[in-house]
């Protein structure tokens, strides 16, 4: 990812900003205020923010100078997914709008928040070792063996996962163990809180669930002192003074054990309400699915004394049948199968995009969110060239890169250099750096990194999708017609004619051909010549190409050559 940005002086534009984690950070903002500071203050702190007096008023306020915390949570009972990652990368953008807005003045973390004492329930088919794990089925995540064979336990190797992979795309943040959390104490004035206020909680949770889970619920999940495992078991004593719930062991001893230093895991809404509470978590993103249970958390969080924090809720990924990622399913993109096809920004700009809206993740959205990535990037340097800052920071590049978008992209689109690969039955990036040398002068993959990262992809992309999938067709009578004019005219072209007067006539002899609409003539173009029914300017292609090369394409289609 990109250097740390200089977030100063963008206030002002902050403020008007329409993209949507300027939103969010506009109102996460008045939260603090309203939570954290009297009338009096907040009186005080506008009339600071609106001189851009920002740094002032956290010296001036002293409330304004404790941390404001976002958070996500990540469930360790299943290997990372796309999923996981976009909810460390949504909270990242809204924090850095909210820095942005606030001239990087207030202080900020996210903390990264694995719930790996969670018992493990479901068992994913997709995992080696499947009867060491059943073995081990109900303990918490962190007590279950490794089935890989590598970490402390299976808890300890999502979380290097998890970490190895926010720490490759340059995440800021503090990670954080719910085993160790409730272990070292951390959570323990929450755990007694609770524990007095027990009856507040169950008239919370109650009505939420089914008549049978009702008889025997409790928001403490004790765990076996004997067995190691977490037992949904109901409460059967509570001693506030000692600070101990009495429950019944797998075997019907009944069994008494303090609430804090990690002898029993909170059910999880509780549990999550208690994560705010004890963290004072200011901001948090979740998916669609959980608002009901957001509005229970949240009255868990009041029952206790806190604040709920700000949450936004976006749309769920689906994979290519339209089903809900799941990380026990191991359905959809996983973030290795996206870096081997895409770039990391092209991804991260997959999670900006339309964050209230379902999207597809599977292989076939790859290409698109590259090349709409590479589209808003040149957008937003022609924007930086034109001297103006308020344009640019709703820009989607400017969150993908944390407000440091670099000042180059790529002068060859993903979508043209599959096409390429493809007409050139390019192997390796050597062959395509052969036509992308003659195209672009004095280019090399040390002066276009970009450029030869994607040469790589689209090698990958289009042995693994593309290839399989091509299907070459005769052109019909008025097709065929066309193309022959289209040689005529190329080999008519002089030399050195760049690509956009080579897509002029490209153009023009579909028009003379009768084409309507002149999509249909392109798409046959590239039906007949590459197997696909889509492809970037074919001006661009050719004169990356190369002329004669696309001439004897042509001729080799219209001879029958590249029907198998």
Known sequence: ????????????????????????????????????????????????????????????????????????????????????????????????????????????????????MDGFRKIPDNLPNLQMLEEDRDKPVTSVRDPHGEHESFGAYNNARMRAFLDGFGFDYTFMSSTETYRSGRFDAVLLRILERFDAIQAIMLPTLGEERRATYSPFLPISPTSGRVLQTPTLERNVQKGTITFADEDGTLTEVPVTGGHVKLQWRPDWAARWVALEVDFEASGKDLIDSVRVSNKVVQALGGAPPEVFHFELFMDENNQKISKSKGNGLSMEDWLRYGTPE????????????????????????????????????????DGGNAP??????????????????????????????????????????????????????????????????????????????????????????????????LKALPAGADAEAIQNLVFEVGKDAGFEPLRAWFSALYEVLLGQSQGPRFGSFTAIFGVARTLALIERALAGELIA
Request: with cysteine; charged share 20%; glycine share 4%.
């Open 346 to 385: 092209s991804l991260t700009y997959y999670m900006y995009q339309s964050p209230k809206s379902a999207k597809r993740l599977y292989f076939d959205v790859i290409p698109k969110a590259t090349d709409e990535y590479l589209q808003q990037l040149d957008a937003y340097n022609r924007a930086r060239a």
């Open 392 to 489: 640019a920071i709703d820009n989607p590049v400017w969150h993908v890169h944390r407000g440091a978008p670099p000042q180059r992209g790529s002068p060859v689109s993903f979508s043209l250099l599959l096409n390429l690969v493809s007409a050139a039955d390019a192997s390796t990036k050597e062959i395509l750096w052969g036509f992308l040398q003659r195209h672009i002068p004095g280019a090399t993959p040390a002066t276009e990194p970009l450029l030869d990262q994607l040469a790589g992809y689209a090698i990958n992309y289009y042995e693994d999708f593309v290839k399989p999938a091509k299907r070459f067709r005769a052109p019909d009578e008025r097709e065929r017609a066309a193309m022959l004019a289209l040689v005529a005219r």
């Open 1 to 116: 990812m990109s250097t740390p940005p200089n977030l100063h002086g963008l206030s002002p534009a902050a403020r008007e900003a329409k993209s949507w984690p300027f939103e969010q950070a506009r109102l996460l903002l008045a939260r603090i205020l309203r939570l954290r500071l009297s009338d009096a203050e907040r009186d005080l702190a506008a009339t600071l923010f609106a001189q851009g007096a920002f740094a002032e008023a956290v010296q001036t306020l002293p409330a304004l100078a404790r941390p404001v915390i976002f958070q996500c949570g990540y469930g360790a009972s299943g290997l990372p997914h796309m999923g996981t990652f976009g909810e460390a990368a949504r909270p990242t953008m809204v924090r850095t709008a909210f820095r942005a807005l606030t001239e990087d003045a207030l202080p900020t973390e996210l903390i990264v928040f694995s719930d790996d």
